[in-house]
C-alpha cells in the first residue's frame, strides 16, 4: 500500500505558467483534500471532494482549480500562477464522509518566481 | 482571535522529559479534537483523537481537552529523540466537516 501519493515532489514556475498536481490513494477512501502549507500560518484547505464527482471550496480557494477524476485521484491547478502561491501543497484522503482520520501524501514544494 | 491558538515553539526538552503541549480554540462548537504529528520535509500524520471532553491514552501519549476552559493538550511521557517533530493541533464540529488546524508547536528532544 502506498498511501497518498503526490507527484511532482518540487516544482519551480515563473509567474503567469500554470501547473497540475497530481494526487492519488490506494486507500478506497471516499474524501479526498487540498490545503497548502505556510510558514507561520498552518495547514489551509483549498479544495476537497466529499465523493467522486463532488468538489467544494475551502478556506482559501482562489486561483486554483480541482479535478475529482475518479475515486482514486484528486488533481489541483493553477492556471496563472503568482509568487503568492509559493507554498508546500498537500494532498489528504479520509475513509467514507468522516474527516477526521486524514492521510496525507508527502507534499509537493512550489516556488513561483 | 484566531479560531485555534498553538504556541509556535520551538520547545526544546532533554529524552525522558514529559512533554506538554496545548492550544487554545474560540468556538465552543468545536466536538472532534485531533493531534497530528508533521517530521521535516513529511506530510503530518494523525497520532489521535478525542471527542468532545475527556482523557485519551495511547502508549506514551495523552491527549486532554477541557471544553469548559476550550484547552486541549497532548502529554507525552518518556520524550525520545524520535519525538522531534512539529504538533498540529486540529479540531472540528462534526465528523463530516472540515478541519481547523492550529500553525503548530516544534518540539526539540535532545539525546
Known amino acids: 500500500n502506498a498511501g497518498v501519493t503526490q507527484t511532482p515532489k518540487f516544482q519551480v514556475l515563473k509567474t503567469g505558467q500554470s501547473m497540475t498536481l497530481q494526487c492519488a490513494q490506494d486507500?478506497?477512501?471516499?474524501?479526498m483534500y487540498w490545503y497548502r502549507q505556510d510558514p507561520g500560518m498552518g495547514l489551509r484547505l483549498i479544495y476537497y471532494?466529499?465523493?467522486?464527482?463532488?468538489?467544494d471550496k475551502g478556506e482559501v480557494p482562489n486561483g486554483y482549480n480541482v479535478s475529482r477524476l475518479n475515486k482514486r485521484e484528486f488533481s489541483l491547478r493553477l492556471e496563472s500562477a503568482a509568487p503568492s502561491q509559493t507554498s508546500v501543497y498537500f494532498c489528504?484522503?479520509?475513509?467514507?464522509?468522516?474527516?477526521?482520520?486524514?492521510?496525507f501524501g508527502p507534499g509537493t514544494r512550489l516556488t513561483v518566481t | 482571535q484566531k479560531e485555534v491558538e498553538q504556541d509556535p515553539g520551538p520547545l526544546s526538552v532533554p529524552e525522558g522529559a514529559i512533554v506538554s503541549l496545548n492550544c487554545t480554540y474560540s468556538n465552543s462548537a468545536f466536538q472532534y479534537f485531533m493531534w497530528y504529528r508533521q517530521y521535516s520535509r513529511k506530510g503530518p500524520e494523525l497520532l489521535m483523537y478525542?471527542?468532545?471532553?475527556g482523557n485519551k491514552e495511547d502508549g506514551r501519549f495523552t491527549a486532554q481537552v477541557d471544553k469548559s476552559s476550550k484547552y486541549i493538550s497532548l502529554f507525552i511521557r518518556d520524550s525520545q529523540p524520535s519525538d522531534s517533530a512539529t504538533y498540529l493541533c486540529?479540531?472540528?464540529?462534526?465528523?463530516?466537516?472540515?478541519?481547523?488546524f492550529g500553525k503548530g508547536t516544534m518540539l526539540l528532544v535532545s539525546p
Open positions: 489528504a484522503s479520509s475513509q467514507g464522509s468522516t474527516r477526521v482520520e486524514q492521510y
Open positions: 478525542t471527542y468532545s471532553s
Open positions: 471532494s466529499a465523493s467522486e464527482g463532488t468538489t
Open positions: 486507500m478506497n477512501h471516499n474524501s
Open positions: 486540529a479540531m472540528t464540529f462534526s465528523g463530516y466537516s472540515t478541519l481547523t
